[in-house]
């Protein structure tokens, strides 16, 4: 039996070792103006569950989600 590490594992308080924070995944709303690292600025004109979908003028590209990548301005 094989588990992924740190899967179902129980952290003590008292332990000098504590869990990695979860991540905090950005929510972005229509029209909200965006910064990519690769595509520059761009505005949100779609968004769902699983990503956003963002106009750089120039072109339309969706960004799934986690955006690691892109920041809200």
Do not use: C, N, Q, W
């Amino acid at each position: 039996m094989t588990t992924s590490p740190g899967a179902g594992r129980r952290y003590l308080a008292s332990s000098p070792f504590k869990p990695d924070p979860e991540p905090i995944i950005e929510h972005y709303d229509l029209e909200d103006l965006v910064s990519h690292d690769s595509y520059g600025l761009g505005r949100v004109t779609g968004a769902d569950a699983g990503g956003v979908t963002v106009d750089f003028r120039t072109h339309t590209v969706r960004i799934p989600s986690p955006f690691k990548r892109m920041t809200k301005l």
